[in-house]
């Protein structure tokens, strides 16, 4: 059954059809809809396509005849999987000519997520012992740099389908001489507390040399309970509801702990929480289990839209298009005020913490966001040279 579609889907379907000639490619039972919705949006479609001709439906191998660049294909289907494998095999790239509707964004759609008892949930790999990273370079050499890479979905190398800040990292390494290995374990919306259990279950366990953490907006909003990952919480609930049918006691205090209410002054009002405190204090602890294990670490605080920078147009339009943003459903306006207080307070932090990078600014005159925190594959090789930049210095003065 096909989702609704998601915040900011129609915008960014407006914003496409102005550069685009559009196709819709759906299932039957959507098509007419779909079609409908377009109109109303003044989207105009060229021509719709199916997995076989059908009434107004050309056969997909059709879009055979188009120019990938000029097309922006329109994906309505149950069996998203089968659809790309279908427009990949032509030749088409996921987020770059065509995209789902149920996600109409330049991500992949098909990000290989599990259930992950401790993080709430984790990102899928095969390899024994690796799982949970995708890594870029020879696990195995005995002679390469180890360097693990956590954070949230701007860190995550499975969600767009370009390259990552880690595997620029990696490249721009190789071309420097530099035999590295890159262990990126950053999953989309992971806060700083995930990062720091995934850190101390995984990451030590990988032998790394060099720890780089780049992460602070997902923690713009932290929930009551903030060491334990919203996925999580909704799993946790429903087994509270099942208790009695499972015969089991499960609730917040099953184990004689809560679930972790402390770390942010969750008493204080929205507009004075030091949202930044938090953060600070789970990174302070990733360095110090680094330290403790004899490996250099650097966290760095990222860049966002909203932190104060002078908007381009397409910014403009995006933050104006806005309702809320994330889970507690923050306007634009709250997020802005919050994001920039964060940025100063981080940035004071920075001045007195060797391990702690602000790159909040790095972006401040470029054009390379795709929304709010995710830039374009410009904007991750910008950050892999900063990084580089500042290990560079971290090995100097050691």
Not at 54 to 72: F, I, N, T
Not at 297 to 317: D, V
């Amino acid at each position: 059954m096909l989702k609704v579609i998601r915040d900011f889907a129609l915008w960014f379907l407006i914003e496409d059809a102005k550069k685009y000639r559009m196709i819709l490619y759906a299932d039957q039972e959507y098509l007419g809809r779909m079609q409908k919705v377009l109109h109303n949006l003044d989207v105009p479609v060229a021509y719709a396509v199916a997995d076989k001709a059908c009434g107004q439906a050309r056969s997909v191998y059709e879009l055979l005849y188009e120019d990938p660049h000029a097309v922006m294909i329109i994906v309505v289907k149950n069996h998203f999987d089968r659809a790309r494998k279908t427009l990949e095999g032509m030749g088409f790239r996921l987020g770059v000519h065509f995209k789902s509707i149920q996600r109409f964004l330049p991500e992949t759609c098909a990000a290989p997520y599990y259930y992950d008892p401790v993080c709430g949930f984790n990102v899928y790999t095969e390899t024994e012992g690796l799982q949970g990273f995708c890594v870029f370079g020879d696990a195995d050499s005995p002679s390469a740099l180890r360097i693990v890479t956590m954070g949230g979905s701007t860190t995550d190398a499975f969600l767009y389908p370009f390259r990552s800040w880690s595997e620029f990292l990696h490249v721009l390494l190789e071309e420097r001489g530099v035999e590295n290995v890159v262990f990126c374990g950053g999953v989309a919306g992971y806060r700083s507390s995930e990062e720091l259990f995934k850190i101390i279950r995984d990451g030590i366990g990988l032998a790394p040399r060099l720890v780089l953490n780049f992460s602070g907006s997902n923690d713009l909003s932290v929930f009551d309970y903030p060491y334990i990952n919203g996925y999580m919480r909704t799993v946790c609930a429903f087994l509270e509801q099942q208790r009695d049918r499972l015969d089991t006691r499960f609730g917040m205090n099953v184990f004689g702990v809560s679930w972790g209410r402390g770390g942010v002054k969750t008493d204080a009002p929205p507009s004075e929480e030091a949202y930044d405190s938090f953060w600070l204090q789970n990174q302070r602890m990733i360095h110090a289990v680094c330290e403790a294990f004899g490996i250099r670490q650097l966290t760095f605080y990222q860049p966002n839209l909203c932190n104060g920078k002078k908007l381009t147009e397409f910014e403009r339009a995006y933050i104006l298009n806005a309702c809320y943003w994330g889970p507690d459903r923050m306007t634009p306006e709250q997020t802005i005020r919050r994001a920039v207080a964060f940025r100063e307070r981080v940035r004071r932090a920075a001045q007195q913490e060797s391990w702690l990078v602000d790159l909040s600014g790095i972006f401040d005159r470029e054009e390379v966001y795709l929304d709010r925190l995710h830039v374009n594959e410009t904007g991750n090789r910008l950050i892999a040279e900063h990084m580089l930049a500042e290990m560079e210095r971290l090995w100097r003065d050691t």
